[in-house]
C-alpha cells in the first residue's frame, strides 16, 4: 500500500512582480487624480525637475505632484525589475512580449506625462496620459492572471460554457469601462464635472439640451455609465449563473460592489462640488472596475492546454 504526498505549488516571483505593478498603478492614478482635484497640476511648472530640483520642498501642491512623479518613476523600476524576473525564471514567450508592450506603455506615458506639463495641461494630451496609464493596467493584470500558479486549478473547475461566457462578457464589460473611464478624462480635463450641476437629472431634465458642448460631454459620460452598469451587472449574474467558484466567482461579485460603489462616487462628486476625496476615489473605483474585468476576461482566455501542469505526485512510502 503506498501513500501518495502533493507537491505544494511555487508562485513565480515574476507573479508577484506583475501583481505589485498592478497595484502600483491603482496607487499612481488615485494619486494623479488627487493632483487633479487639487489643483497642483502645475505645482512643479518644469520637468523633470520641480524647480529644477530632484528634491523640492513637499509642501502644499508640490507634495502632490512631486509624489506623483516618484511613484511613477517608482513603477518604471518596479517593471523593469519584473522583466529580470521573468527573464531569470524563463517566462513564457508570450508574457515576455507583453513585458515590452506594457514598458513600451510605460515610457510613451511618462513623456506624455511630461508633456502635459510643458504645455500646461492641454486636454487632449492630458486625457491620452490618463488613458494610457488604464491601458497599462489592464496589460499588468492580464499578465497577472496568465502567470499565476492557480492556472491549472482555477481553470479545471471552469466549464467551456463558463470560460466563454468570462471570455465574452469579461471584454464587452472592459471595453465598456474604458470608453467610460476615457470620457470621464475629457469631463475632467475639459473642466465639465458641474456641467451638470444636478443629480440624477440634469438642469431637472433626463435628456438635457445639448447644444452646449460640456453639457454634452458630462452627459455623455453620465449615460455611459449606466449602459456600463448594465453590462457590468449582466456580465457578473450571467458568470455566476453557471457556477463560478474560487477567485472567478470573487471577481463577478466584486464587479458587481464597484459599479455600486461608483454610482454612489459619481453622486457625491457632483453634490460634493467636486471635492478631492470623492472625485479621486471615483477614479480609483474606475481604475479597479478595470482591473476586475480585465481579470474576468482573462480567466476566460486560459484554455486546459495552456495552464500549469498537475503537481507531480511524489510516493512517500510503502507499506
Known amino acids: 500500500m503506498s501513500e501518495d504526498r502533493t507537491l505544494p505549488t511555487s508562485t513565480p516571483q515574476h507573479h508577484r512582480a506583475l501583481a505589485v505593478s498592478a497595484g502600483w498603478t491603482l496607487l499612481l492614478l488615485f494619486l494623479g487624480s488627487v493632483v487633479h482635484a487639487t489643483e497642483s497640476s502645475l505645482a512643479c511648472p518644469d520637468w523633470p525637475t520641480c524647480y529644477g530640483t530632484m528634491v523640492p520642498i513637499m509642501e502644499g501642491g508640490i507634495f502632490w505632484e512631486h509624489l506623483h512623479r516618484l511613484v511613477a518613476g517608482g513603477l518604471i523600476l518596479m517593471w523593469l525589475l519584473t522583466g529580470w524576473l521573468m527573464r531569470a525564471e524563463n517566462a513564457s514567450p508570450g508574457v515576455r512580449r507583453g513585458w515590452g508592450w506594457g514598458l513600451a506603455l510605460l515610457l510613451v506615458q511618462a513623456v506624455f506625462g511630461g508633456v502635459t506639463v510643458l504645455l500646461k495641461l492641454p486636454p487632449a494630451v ?14 499588468a493584470v492580464a499578465l497577472t492572471v496568465e502567470t499565476s500558479p492557480r492556472r491549472a486549478e482555477t481553470t479545471a473547475s471552469m466549464s467551456a460554457s463558463l470560460k466563454s461566457t468570462a471570455r465574452r462578457w469579461g471584454m464587452a464589460a472592459t471595453m465598456l469601462v474604458l470608453v467610460q473611464s476615457v470620457l470621464g478624462a475629457l469631463v475632467r480635463h475639459l473642466g465639465a464635472g458641474m456641467a451638470c450641476p444636478d443629480v440624477p437629472l440634469c438642469y431637472g431634465r433626463v435628456i438635457p439640451p445639448l447644444g452646449q458642448p460640456m453639457v454634452a460631454v458630462h452627459f455623455a459620460h453620465r449615460a455611459v455609465a449606466v449602459a456600463t452598469g448594465l453590462v457590468v451587472i449582466a456580465a457578473a449574474l450571467a458568470i455566476l449563473r453557471r457556477g463560478a467558484i474560487g477567485p472567478v466567482r470573487r471577481l463577478a461579485l466584486g464587479a458587481t460592489l464597484l459599479v455600486l460603489a461608483q454610482i454612489g462616487l459619481g453622486v457625491a462628486s457632483v453634490a460634493g462640488r467636486l471635492a478631492a476625496l470623492p472625485v ?17 476576461s482573462a480567466w476566460g482566455r486560459i484554455t486546459a492546454d495552456r495552464a500549469t501542469p498537475e503537481p507531480a505526485r511524489v510516493p512517500a512510502g510503502r507499506a
Not at 479597479?288 to 474576468?296: E, F, N, P, Y
Open 126 to 139: 492630458s486625457t491620452t496620459h490618463l488613458t494610457l496609464a488604464f491601458l497599462f493596467l489592464g496589460l
Open 280 to 296: 479621486s476615489l471615483h477614479t480609483l473605483g474606475a481604475a479597479a472596475l478595470l482591473a476586475t474585468t480585465v481579470a474576468l
